[in-house]
């Protein structure tokens, strides 16, 4: 049984407050009580990244969390979320885009979206090569969306000792960040949002610009 380490959520509470950034707990395959625990804390955003999990979570847990879908979304699962969900972090297709568009008009609901950039060496890692992300943006803008709002980009680093070249990836998704809020493009003015730092490289991300940290294994112990 795992239980909150209630040190590690304070400091990391600290250190995102010091670098002007928020974060969420993700708890995949972490029980309700625990969320719970957290919940007691402060803590109000979390993350998950199976839709399942997340829907049985939501269903009993407070309706004031802000629920986070952190990992790889299958189109046919948008539907389930699209009422709740505060955040969808890793769009990385114009048919997932295009579907939780379709989703919002249904519901009458603008969904906010991050943009997946896949910056890591391994391959199995999902999301829009930097290279691409222009032409990607430019299509999105193409589709004239009315409920689905970019809200930034979101990438997740190599798992590797090395930490330069951790810094590298991020300090590549961070400059990705820039150029699209920067640009004189549809989605600039709305572009707040820049999530990377997981528990292992969270304080490279910070270091790099990150702004929303997605922190789990180091929350229990
Ligand atoms: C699991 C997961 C995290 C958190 O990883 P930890 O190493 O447990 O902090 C962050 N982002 C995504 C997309 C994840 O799947």
């Known amino acids: 049984m795992s239980q909150v380490n209630k040190e590690i959520v304070n400091q990391i509470e600290k250190e995102a407050t010091a670098n002007r950034a928020k974060w969420i707990a993700v708890t995949k395959n972490q029980s309700p009580e625990l969320i719970s625990e957290l919940y007691d804390m402060g803590l109000r955003s979390f993350g998950e990244n199976r839709v399942q999990e997340m829907l049985e979570k939501q269903a009993i847990l407070s309706k004031d969390i802000q629920w986070h879908q952190i990992g790889h979304l299958q189109r046919n699962k948008v539907k389930s979320i699209a009422p709740f969900v505060h955040l969808i972090h890793a769009v990385d297709s114009i048919e997932l885009a295009d579907e939780i568009e379709k989703q919002g008009k249904a519901l009458n609901r603008r969904i906010k979206v991050l943009i997946q950039v896949h910056i890591a060496a391994e391959e199995e890692k999902f999301g829009i090569e930097a290279a691409d992300l222009h032409a990607f943006i430019e299509m999105l803008k193409q589709r004239n969306y009315q409920f689905l709002e970019v809200k930034g980009l979101m990438g997740m680093a190599t798992f590797t000792e090395d930490q330069n070249q951790v810094a590298s990836e ?26 990377m730092g997981m528990s292992g490289d969270y304080k490279i991300a910070l270091q790099n610009g990150a702004n929303l940290l997605r922190i789990g294994s180091i929350l229990f112990k």
């Open 170 to 195: 991020f300090a590549l998704l961070h400059s990705c960040y820039e150029a699209i809020r920067n640009s004189d493009n549809f989605v600039a003015a709305q572009i707040d949002t820049l999530s």
